[in-house]
Nanobody, 124 residues
Framework: QVQLVESGGGLVQAGGSLRLSCAAS????????VGWFRQAPGKERDFVGV???????FYADSAKGRFTISRDNTKGTVYLQMNSLKSEDTAVYYC??????????????????WGQGTQVTVSS
């Protein structure tokens, strides 16, 4: 069982930046594909981006050019760097892990393990 823990959320002004972290207890994330999702109140959980085991990254259109996913396998941690934040980025952000074999793993049901989420609030 892989247990994921997100951290780094908080309140930031529009235009600001935040870096979220996703760490795994008992396992190294280096052997998993790790995705980031977000869910705003009353909305579905949306794909933000994913970093594959190979290091390849893929982003939702809403994240391209502003968000960057990276991983530090020595620390067993995956990061989501968010820049130029907008009020519409306000949501609970989740990391998720799986060993995936699909080309574009953008749907939540493909992932096996989830963190508890971390709140990101962007004030305008």
């Amino acid at each position: 069982q892989v247990q994921l823990v997100e951290s780094g959320g908080g309140l930031v002004q529009a235009g600001g930046s935040l870096r979220l972290s996703c760490a795994a207890s008992g396992h190294t994330l280096g052997t998993y594909d790790v995705g980031w999702f977000r869910q705003a109140p009353g909305k579905e959980r949306d794909f933000v981006g994913v970093i594959r085991r190979s290091g390849y990254t893929f982003y939702a259109d809403s994240a391209k050019g502003r968000f960057t996913i990276s991983r530090d396998n020595t620390k067993g941690t995956v990061y989501l760097q968010m820049n130029s934040l907008k009020s519409e980025d306000t949501a609970v952000y989740y990391c998720a892990a799986a060993k995936l074999y699909t080309a574009a793993p953008t749907t939540a049901d493909l992932y096996d393990y989830w963190g508890q989420g971390t709140q990101v609030t962007v004030s305008s």
